[in-house]
């Protein structure tokens, strides 16, 4: 065999190896691309399940203040009207839910955002139900988002969808991580490419490397979006949960309120009502049902955004101030409704307490 023969035998052989070394390299190459796309693929969807689960808690939360401020709390606001000049001293029954009793000016203040909250609804300037809903939980008010939907037009009014609702909130607001529509990254045009035939093998590699360092910290910072997208759904749940809880007793008290102090305009005529006019089982109620009002503002109250786009503080604070008294909300609000329930003086017809001894209003034995 000649030494051509043997050199070109040799050559071919070398060749052979540097293809498959070159191959290999593609392969690995291939395989980062792989890894960056279902890392690219995963993040992608994990974001949006944590966006449409914070989505729904925020809405479930904003109909539910909706609704307390549409049913519950108009209710108390309209029997409040015909005592709200009395002075009635705190009989709450059990005195740890004095601080919770709503003021005066909380009183004022709660008017207004009714006012604000039916004069949009009944206007269409919000445009959708949502759109409502999403202001009251993210922010615990109206008044901003009416300015937000100024400011965007006719984007509401003719539904364009949640994602603009909540647009429009993020813009207003600058809340700029948590509640914005739906971000993603732009993922490195090699992923969907794959490495290039035409490049050789080590830049293929470089190449794919690169695109995996890009994806993996863009991916990053969406996991800091995520976990706040799921901390803002807990918390939503949370207060929503607190507020369903405490509206089964305020609705309840709310409705007796409204239906006493119809009576007692009844037994006392035209005259101005003072506090002598209602019996102690009637102040009593009036005071239960003035906590819970005090308790279910603090809750519609309660943003659960910071203007930064992280869970508030105070959404917490008023969760746990207010969750541990929920068993004596129930036992106050029990004993109101049963106490409420009044007779007929048997002498003059007047309205007494089943646990009453003396008719307050003519002073004749009723219990012995």
Do not use: W
Not at 199 to 224: G, R, T
Request: charged fraction near 25%.
């Amino acid at each position: 065999m000649s030494l051509l023969t043997i050199g070109m035998i040799i050559t071919g052989i070398i060749g052979v190896g540097a293809h498959l070394n070159a191959t290999d390299t593609n392969e690995k190459a291939g395989q980062i691309i792989k890894d960056a796309k279902d890392l690219y693929d995963d993040t992608q969807q994990s974001l949006k399940n944590a966006y449409y689960e914070m989505e729904q808690s925020l809405l479930n939360l904003g109909y539910k203040k909706s609704d307390v401020l549409e049913q519950s709390f108009k209710t108390f606001l309209d029997s409040y009207e015909r005592i709200k000049d009395v002075v009635v001293v705190q009989t709450v029954g059990v005195e740890e839910l004095s601080p919770f009793v709503i003021q005066p000016q909380e009183i004022t203040d709660m008017v207004k955002m009714e006012e604000t909250f039916f004069s949009s609804i009944g206007s269409g300037a919000l445009g959708a139900a949502a759109g409502v809903a999403l202001s009251l939980a993210a922010t615990g008010g109206l008044s901003i988002l009416t300015e937000g939907i100024m400011i965007a037009g006719d984007v509401l009014i003719y539904g364009a969808g949640l994602d603009a609702a909540l647009g429009i909130i993020g813009t207003t607001f600058s809340i700029s991580l948590s509640l914005t529509p739906l971000s993603v990254f732009i993922a490195p045009a090699i992923l969907f490419s794959g490495v290039s035939a035409d490049s050789k093998a080590d830049i293929n590699l470089e190449k794919a490397k690169v695109a995996y360092s890009e994806v993996k910290a863009e991916s990053d910072k969406l996991k800091i979006k995520e976990t706040i997208y799921k901390a803002v759904s807990e918390r939503a749940v949370m207060l929503n949960e607190l507020l369903v809880e405490l509206d089964m007793y305020f609705s309840k008290c709310a409705d007796l309120m409204q239906i006493t102090t119809k009576r007692i305009f009844e037994r006392i005529g035209d005259r101005p009502v003072t506090v002598e006019d209602i019996t102690q089982d009637e102040l009593n109620l009036i005071a239960v049902t003035r906590a819970l009002a005090g308790a279910v503002k603090s809750v519609i109250d309660t943003p659960i955004l910071t203007a930064d786009g992280n869970v508030s503080e105070e959404s917490l604070k008023t969760y746990n101030k207010t969750y541990p008294k929920l068993p004596s909300f129930k036992e106050a609000s029990t004993l109101a409704k049963k106490e409420i329930t009044l007779t007929k003086c048997p002498v003059c017809g007047g309205r007494v307490s089943p646990r009453a001894v003396e008719c307050p209003h003519c002073n004749a034995v009723v219990n012995k």
